[in-house]
Every structure is written in structure tokens, then in C-alpha cells.
């Protein structure tokens, strides 16, 4: 398994502002994901953070609301730009550590929860 | 576009009873997940399911997986208060990302 560290745990912004999430991970792996649950929804994915190339958005994210960093092989940052009150959520990172074949999972950071106001 | 479809959505029980939770997807897939989420928190996995007609159990709760129908079940048995929580599949396409019912709230009740 992989020891998933995220920060901030929660935070309330002010609208207009930007917010950085940072997602380390004990030891370095492979695909670093973020999902984003907002209030009573199911999770959704927002991007793939691949290390040494921009990340890849899944349909209706987009890079400018959502850039993200993916420095090395243990370490990711999400920015929700400009927030918004639809913003608030909870904001999750995800990381599979090994190779699929010898039968790895996707395991899940304790979440950031961002209300903007 | 995959699509994960989870039933019910909300769940009212009777401690002591049995209910089933069902997660039916739409396209192929080698890995399901089930996980658990009490509020405000992060979800804890449950089950990870490989391959067809694996079964796995663990205290009240035991999870299957029919590939060839693209149905996996969540059968609690003998509910008991600190199954409250919403539960989520989650389906793998092959490249650990994850495709995820609407998840199901459930309340037992004494």
C-alpha cells in the first residue's frame, strides 16, 4: 500500500483567490490521480498528473481552472483558480503504485475540503 | 462512455436484516472497487474484485463480481448501526482510473 499525505486537510477561501493542494506519497509511483466530490455527489475525475509532461483533463476540466504539477515520482499539487462557491468540494488524490499486472490498487488521500465563500 | 450504475441510492435498514447493494456497469472492465465513506471523511476501501465470480468477504459484508453480466453486489448481512455510511463502486478501465456509482447512503436503524 502507499502512504498518502494531502494538504491543506480543509480550508475556506474567498472567492476570486487561488488555492494550491499538495499530494506526497511514501514512496514513488507510477500515475497520480485528483478526483473532486462535491457536496453529496459522487467523485469525478478531474485530471491524470503524469510526472515529466502536463497533465491529461478529462472532459469538462480544463488546464487553466485546474493547472497541476507533478514535479517527481512522489509528489503532485492541484491549483483551483479563481474560485467560486460551485468550487467547493472535496478535493482528492489518488495514486497507483505498482505495475498493474502484479496486482496494485489506487489508493486515496484523506481529502482537502474547500468551501469558498 | 463508461457508465457505473449504482442502486439504491438510499438505504433505510433494520439492524439485524439483510440487504444488497447493486453496481452495474456499462463496458468491460478487469477491477472493481467498493469502497466505504462515512461524512467528511475519505473513502476506505472496501473489496477489490478481479475476475469473474470472485467473491470476497470480510466481517458483514461480501462483495461479488459477474463480468459477463457487468454486475457486482454488496450483501450486507445481520445490518448492524456502524454500517452507516455511503458505499461506492468504482470501475477500472484498465489504467486505474476510476469510474464511480453515484454511491448509496445507508441508515440502520434500530
Known amino acids: 500500500s502507499a502512504v498518502i499525505s494531502q494538504k491543506p486537510s480543509r480550508d475556506i477561501c474567498q472567492r476570486g483567490t487561488s488555492l494550491t493542494i499538495q499530494c506526497q506519497v511514501d514512496s514513488q509511483v507510477t500515475m497520480m490521480f485528483w478526483y473532486r466530490q462535491q457536496p453529496g455527489q459522487s467523485l469525478t475525475l478531474i485530471a491524470t498528473a503524469n510526472q515529466g509532461s502536463e497533465a491529461t483533463y478529462e472532459s469538462g476540466f480544463v488546464i487553466d481552472k485546474f493547472p497541476i504539477s507533478r514535479p517527481n515520482l512522489t509528489f503532485s499539487t492541484l491549483t483551483v483558480s479563481n474560485m467560486s462557491p460551485e468550487d467547493s468540494s472535496i478535493y482528492l488524490c489518488s495514486v497507483a503504485p505498482g505495475q498493474r499486472a502484479l496486482y496494485t490498487e489506487a489508493f486515496f488521500g484523506q481529502g482537502t475540503r474547500l468551501t469558498v465563500v | 462512455e463508461l457508465k457505473v450504475e449504482q442502486n439504491p441510492l438510499f438505504l433505510s435498514m433494520q439492524e439485524g436484516k439483510n440487504y444488497t447493494i447493486y453496481c452495474n456497469y456499462s463496458t468491460t472492465s478487469d477491477r472493481l472497487y467498493w469502497y466505504r465513506q462515512d461524512p467528511g471523511k475519505s473513502l476506505e476501501s472496501l473489496f477489490v474484485?478481479?475476475?469473474?465470480?470472485a467473491v470476497k468477504q470480510e466481517g458483514r459484508l461480501m462483495a461479488s463480481l459477474d463480468t459477463k453480466a457487468r454486475l457486482s453486489t454488496l450483501h450486507i448481512t445481520a445490518a448492524v448501526h456502524d454500517l452507516s455510511a455511503t458505499y461506492f463502486c468504482a470501475v477500472d478501465t484498465n489504467d486505474y482510473k476510476l469510474s464511480f456509482g453515484a454511491g448509496t447512503t445507508v441508515t440502520v436503524r434500530a
Open positions: 474484485l478481479l475476475s469473474n465470480g
